[in-house]
């Protein structure tokens, strides 16, 4: 799970927002009149103050302050007065609430802790304001700024970096912040969770003696050693260890002071105390790790705890759920049902243990149990990561949780538990639970989905969604009563869970382009249909193609739906002067706004943009299809087709000469981000240019990419991430395999036939973790629907069985069919992630249905065979069977 999908789920019940779009109170400096001579900014989560004729450096070292919430608006008054006398310019993180998110556990490591930013004129007026703040500052706690260099022990920190938001592009293509190296180059101005200043500059004197210090903090003297990191959040890490005395395995868990919050405001160093004393308190329980002991290095608390063999449950459901296959037998269905109740026995005995000493675990979830198996298979389960756990008559509310399982907000005390039990026994059959913190009526459907795939007891579900849909205490309705309400019970669907089946093309696009319609916000300036993140995560992201307006736009004309002027002039408005930093790519940028819109007729439009893509510096952009020279490419070509400009032919002549030099460099595989991205820029060439050296370049791309697959003991072949394999569209092998069938087209390559079959097995498991275009089940519909591949697989009865796999994702939305984006939290209307992607492959599949995806058309039949390309280039086939993988 991508932990950084829950800050933007507070501002909206329905959709991802920006956490600055949930109403809050200011702090009272950001409220207060702006000085005169003064002028402010609000960009995001900062408001920023800046004196009238103020000239800063494009980039130097800035000073970050950081705050506790209890301090903040103390410190903030500080800093503030400080700054506004002497015409410092700075900013601050105008709420408390935007402060917390900063703050918070599974918050972006790099940016955590800084609560003000201000910017020195130079080197010396920022050793003089550093000095300064100290002394105003000192004694004031607050977190430790990772990225930062610390300024003795207080709450200042400095950090060299960009005044100015400048972008460039990096060794893989991609679009970051820049900084100028002494060349007057624009290069990337690191931001990650470590002190990297440029290799280039030379410190100045007045920091050394910070470096000692930070230098001198080591484990030297601590009788543990670090063998590897397990995982990482912003309260600290957790590492797999030694006791250097005894040889013990041993886990230590990092906890950083102050940093780390969770909801209720506890810091890491709080939740790892608590943790230790619930553990303490459940002493000789063989379900539990045992404390080894403690300790503290710079500040940093540790808790040293047994090492537990065995593997999380989320990992053996990934191994072990039959419908990872496209036809599970029985005898594996009725085999795995009764590992999943005797797993679900196994943990209900351990939180049972754990009650009985008077404990609430808090956070029971997939990733927080683990389980073993003896020599003869038979499992045993222990229960981990106990620091939201409280003692019962503490009466704590849940702080810290999985959205999977998160209980409703007026659970306490063992509530808590008994509802995360009650998803458990859900998600062992279907984890996508994560769906009930939109609708917990979506029990019920996931319920009768399980009852028809599984032949579990059905009181076992049915226990499981009383539970889930019971009041806030936990009351639930009397049993065997088969309804009524009690402590504010929701009642389950009285007819079908969803408006519409999916199956149903003529109704199903009807109500999701209803959905997508009512979910317009035409009134805003950032997106006019909500999705994924992303939108938010870069300029123009609420315009773009993959997550924006012009994705949203091609799905439904695509699909036959009417005309929307509304729209179309909502997109118009704001891509007449794109903001500065707006990618260029086709699937994130420029590129694919101005094919859309001359797909939509306005092509005045579409021009101007492509005149300013080309004037950037599209040269340095990495190969790929989704941001990179494969998209702009295409798009460059094809609307020099349709509009008769040769120039604009040329550019994407050029895009191909530079991306046939990158693709080497490519360590991604996949239709978005590797090879066969270019691969289809090459060919698309080849069928305007007729020149044959094109199609060589497609098939040999393609074959890199299918380097970096592997075949499963199933026939299934897949890209390898090393810890996972994927099928999807968007970096999987359905998305090679969509190339595959439209070079077969032009010639012949036995290892390509052979994929493109491996690659339909491949899509045709009867589970997808999510339901996405790219990332999931309707990637696999687009496929199947549209491929060529001889053979079974893509008869109409495959495809209507992924169908229903697609529809035990959605979720009505005002009475209408809709689909959660990424993580499954909140829903999406883009194409990437959401309805809009859903409704396309829909239509792809639809009798008759012609809808696609941009650059692939409905394939053409070659007449007769084709002949073989020699590809003297292509790397040795390394598809081997393999074991099953984890397929996320």
């Not at 999916?502 to 999705?531: K, Q, V, Y």
């Not at 408005?573 to 819109?597: H, I, M, N, Q, V």
């Not at 299809?625 to 998209?631: C, E, K, M, Y």
């Amino acid at each position: 799970m991508n932990k950084g999908y829950a800050a933007f789920c507070d501002a909206d019940q329905w959709f991802y927002d920006a956490p600055y779009r949930r109403a809050e109170e200011n702090y009272r400096a950001a409220l207060a009149p702006v000085p005169q001579g003064w002028q402010s900014h609000r960009s995001g989560d900062w408001y920023a103050l800046r004196p009238l004729g103020c000239e800063l450096p494009s980039q130097g070292w800035k000073i970050h302050v950081s705050a506790c919430l209890d301090n903040a608006e103390s410190v903030l008054e500080r800093v503030y007065d400080y700054c506004t006398a002497r015409h410092i310019a700075f900013k601050f993180v105008p709420s408390r609430y935007l402060l917390h998110l900063r703050n918070a556990k599974y918050a972006d490591r790099a940016a955590s802790g800084k609560f003000l930013t201000v910017y020195p004129a130079d080197d010396e007026q920022c050793r003089r304001i550093a000095e300064d703040l100290d002394a105003l500052l000192g004694g004031e706690p607050g977190p430790y700024i990772l990225s930062d260099l610390r300024w003795g022990a207080g709450p200042v920190h400095l950090r060299y970096g960009s005044f100015t938001l400048r972008h460039c592009y990096d060794e893989h293509g991609e679009l970051v912040p820049a900084i100028e190296d002494p060349a007057g180059v624009l290069v990337p101005d690191p931001r990650g969770p470590v002190f990297q200043p440029p290799a280039w500059l030379e410190l100045p004197g007045f920091l050394k003696p910070h470096l000692d210090a930070r230098s001198a903090v080591t484990l030297a003297g601590v009788p543990y050693t670090v063998e590897r990191a397990l995982h990482f959040s912003n309260g600290g890490g957790v590492y797999a260890g030694r006791d250097t005395r005894t040889g013990e395995p041993v886990v230590l868990k990092e906890a950083r002071p102050y940093a780390g919050l969770a909801a209720d405001g506890a810091d890491a160093v709080k939740r790892l105390h608590r943790e230790r004393t619930a553990l303490e308190r459940l002493a000789g329980l063989d379900r539990v790790p045992e404390v080894r002991g403690t300790f503290t290095v710079g500040e940093h608390h540790f808790l040293v705890m047994q090492y537990l063999e065995g593997k999380p449950l989320n990992t053996y459901f990934a191994h072990r759920h039959p419908l990872i296959e496209a036809d599970p037998d029985p005898a594996e269905l009725a085999a795995y049902t009764d590992w999943a109740l005797k797993i679900h026995r196994l943990v209900t005995e351990a939180v049972d243990a754990v009650h009985a000493r008077g404990v609430v675990f808090n956070d029971l979830h997939l990733f927080n149990i683990m389980v073993a198996e003896d020599e003869a298979g038979e499992p045993s389960v222990a229960l981990l990561d106990f620091e939201a756990a409280a003692h019962i008559d503490e009466g704590l509310r849940q702080t810290v949780a999985n959205p999977a399982f998160v209980a409703p907000p007026g659970r306490r005390g063992f509530a808590v538990d008994r509802y995360a039990l009650a998803c458990l026994r859900l998600a062992l059959f279907l984890p996508l639970t994560s769906l009930l913190v939109l609708d917990r009526a979506k029990a019920v459907h996931l319920a009768d989905i399980a009852a028809g795939q599984f032949p579990v007891p059905r009181r076992f579900l049915d226990e499981a969604v009383e539970e889930i849909l019971a009041g806030p205490d936990g009351a639930t309705a009397a049993a065997g009563s088969g309804g009524g309400s009690r402590g504010g019970r929701i009642p389950a669907p009285d007819g079908p869970y969803l408006p519409v089946e999916p199956g149903d093309w003529a109704a199903a696009r009807d109500s999701m382009t209803a959905a997508i319609r009512a979910s317009a916000t035409p009134d805003r300036e950032d997106r006019l249909f909500p999705g994924d993140i992303a939108q938010f995560a870069a300029e123009g992201g609420g315009i773009g193609f993959g997550y924006g307006a012009a994705g949203v736009l091609y799905a439904l004309a695509e699909t036959g739906a009417a005309p929307w002027p509304e729209a179309e002039e909502w997109l118009l408005a704001r891509t007449k002067e794109p903001g500065s930093g707006t990618p260029l790519g086709f699937y994130d940028g420029l590129a694919g706004t101005a094919w859309t819109l001359e797909r939509l007729g306005h092509r005045d439009r579409a021009l101007a943009l492509a005149e300013q893509l080309l004037r950037q510096p599209w040269q340095h952009v990495g190969p790929d299809l989704h941001g990179g020279l494969a998209g702009i490419g295409l798009a460059l070509d094809a609307l020099g087709t349709s509009t008769g400009e040769d120039a604009l032919h040329d550019a994407a002549v050029r895009c191909a000469e530079l991306a046939a030099r990158s693709v080497p460099e490519l360590t991604r595989a996949g239709l978005l981000h590797g090879a066969s991205g270019p691969a289809l820029l090459f060919l698309r060439l080849y069928e305007r240019t007729g020149d044959r050296d094109y199609l060589l370049r497609a098939g040999d791309a393609l074959h890199r990419d299918l380097d970096h697959c592997v075949t499963s003991v199933f026939g299934t072949l897949q890209v390898d991430e090393g810890r996972r394999t994927m099928p999807y569209l968007g970096a999987g092998s359905v998305g090679i395999g969509m190339v595959l069938d439209d070079w077969l087209g032009h010639a012949a390559d036995p290892r390509f036939e052979q994929a493109r079959l491996e690659i339909v097995r491949a899509a045709q498991a009867t589970f997808y973790a999510q339901p996405g275009l790219f990332r999931g089940a309707a990637g696999m519909i687009l496929h199947l629907a549209r491929t060529t591949t001889p053979g079974p697989g893509t008869r109409d009865a495959d495809i209507a069985r992924q169908i229903d796999a697609l529809a035990r994702h959605a979720v009505p939305y005002r009475g209408r069919l809709a689909f959660p984006g990424e993580q499954l939290m909140r829903l999406s209307m883009d194409l990437s992630t959401g309805t809009a992607g859903a409704l396309l492959a829909l239509g792809g599949a639809a009798p008759g249905g012609r809808a696609q995806l941009p650059f692939l058309p409905p394939p053409r039949r070659a007449a007769a065979a084709p002949e073989p390309v020699p590809n003297p280039g292509a790397v040795t086939h390394r598809n081997t069977p393999s074991k099953k993988r984890k397929t996320t």
